[in-house]
């Protein structure tokens, strides 16, 4: 048999020379196989920035002073936008808990579903969401500057590893610093909460208190700060990277910081979907 029937390397036949009822099938598959390969190799080159994150971490003299700035850009300046954000969410709760309860149920039941709503998922969520809007946006748009305006070229050419410069810091940030704002969120949130429902209901501040105290076990603060820590490292991974493959001067850099806003939210859910999947049992032990 000849082998001219059968392509060699990427001699494709366009999908136009074939009959017009096999058209749309090639098409399709043929779109489908870009999505994949596209899909793949956004996967791979992900990879590889996380392979050159790992070893950045060799070089501290370059990292270390510079993750103590990030660390106040990301973690001291974030305090507030996160308790303004749990203040309103732990009021809203205690308020929709109080008028949704039924005759007869106590009151208390009103403060435990504040604590766990707010510790197991609102609390690092919020907070991650918040923060990539606010910070991970911020590490895009000055990485992509940096790109497109080749200062990160200019520090390769004076021997300084991008990737620890600019990377290394603000991930180091970002795992230490969510975790904190996550336990300022959580106690500001609850506090609210409190508040809310001894000023603007029946409940009774000790009963408030017994609530808080019911079925509470400590592995739900471990959840809580396990959360953080992942969101916290996924806003700096993804927000890097979408930064530091900036293209196309201003435009490339509005378009990236979009980008990587999304990608990170999206990520951000999935991972506390696979954490609450996961875990579940524990907290209910």
Not at 263 to 285: G, M, P
């Amino acid at each position: 048999m000849s082998t001219e029937a059968f392509p060699q390397g990427n001699d494709r036949r366009p999908t136009e020379t074939y009959p017009v009822m096999q058209r749309t099938g090639i098409r399709f598959f043929r779109r489908m196989s870009r999505v994949a390969y596209g899909n793949l190799r956004e996967i791979g080159l992900r990879a590889f920035f996380i392979r050159d994150i790992m070893r950045a971490f060799a070089d501290p003299a370059t990292y270390v002073p510079e993750t103590f700035r990030q660390m106040r850009n990301i973690g001291v300046d974030s305090i507030p936008l996160a308790c303004i954000v749990a203040a309103f969410i732990g009021s809203v709760i205690a308020l929709q808990v109080r008028y949704q309860l039924f005759q007869g149920i106590q009151l208390s039941v009103v403060a435990l579903s504040v604590r766990q709503m707010i510790i197991l998922e609102l609390g690092p969520l919020l907070t991650g969401l918040v923060l990539t809007g606010r910070v991970g946006a911020r590490m895009t748009a000055e990485i992509g500057t940096m790109r497109v305006t080749e200062q990160i070229d200019a520090l390769e050419t004076l021997a300084y590893d991008p990737i620890a410069y600019l990377v290394v810091p603000r991930l180091l940030a970002s795992l230490v610093m969510l975790p904190v704002l996550t336990v300022f969120a959580n106690v500001v949130g609850i506090t609210a909460g409190w508040l809310t429902a001894i000023l603007a209901t029946d409940v009774m501040s000790v009963q408030f208190q017994e609530g808080l105290k019911l079925g509470f076990a400590p592995f739900q603060v471990f959840y809580s700060l396990l959360k953080a820590v992942m969101f916290g490292g996924a806003i700096a991974i993804v927000c890097s990277y979408e930064g530091y493959i900036t293209e196309a001067g201003a435009e490339g850099v509005g378009r990236s910081t979009a980008k990587a806003v999304v990608i990170a939210s999206v990520v951000i859910l999935t991972l506390d979907a696979l954490t609450a999947a996961l875990l579940a049992n524990q907290l209910a032990a």
